[in-house]
């Protein structure tokens, strides 16, 4: 179930939700992202960022600054970058529950970052409604809403350079 639910997010349909995290008080946000295979998209309150799985572009809004990395660079995102997860770095347990499916997540032996994490599916489309992550000593829970499957286009996942061009631009490519 978890699986199917996995390729529906970040399949080659792709897919568009609306998140709202709030890691202990240290960073707040909420925005929409969108994924197609390893492409992605994300806008929230101070960045919007595109991955057209060659290059990441970031926006700093207040700063008026683009910052450019390798799509798959750990460097582009601080906080992002440190929930990478690897599906068979982790074994699964499923809970029926009024509220939707409650699928659990525990890391294997010797796997780093995400320690533990919960998701509830809702029972209908089996959409994500949230999901509570242990990393480290820590726990937090993403709020998922507006899920939307398939119509994505690539071209959404495209730096439109001409809407910035009065940003300043720092390369950080390897």
């Not at 929409?32 to 799985?53: L, P």
């Not at 890391?107 to 533990?116: F, N, Q, T, W, Y």
Request: glycine content about 6%.
């Amino acid at each position: 179930m978890f699986n199917e639910t996995f390729k529906m997010i970040y399949g080659d349909q792709g897919s568009q939700l609306h998140y709202k995290v709030n890691i202990i008080g240290i960073y707040k946000t909420e925005g929409t992202i969108w994924t197609k295979g390893k492409k992605s998209k994300f806008v929230d309150e101070k960045y919007i960022a595109w991955n057209d799985d060659v290059t990441y572009y970031r926006l700093e809004r207040k700063k008026n600054r683009v910052v450019i990395y390798d799509a798959h660079s750990d460097e582009r995102d601080k906080y992002a970058t440190k929930f990478k997860f690897d599906p068979d770095n982790y074994t699964y347990s499923i809970k029926d529950s009024k509220e939707g499916y409650y699928i659990t997540l525990k890391a294997k032996k010797g796997v780093r970052g995400i320690k533990e994490a919960r998701c509830l599916l809702d029972k209908k489309h089996r959409y994500p409604v949230s999901v509570r992550i242990k990393l480290g000593i820590f726990h937090t829970t993403i709020k998922i809403s507006n899920v939307k499957i398939g119509g994505i286009s690539d071209d959404l996942f495209q730096f439109p350079q001409d809407s910035y061009k009065e940003c300043e631009y720092v390369d950080k490519r390897g």
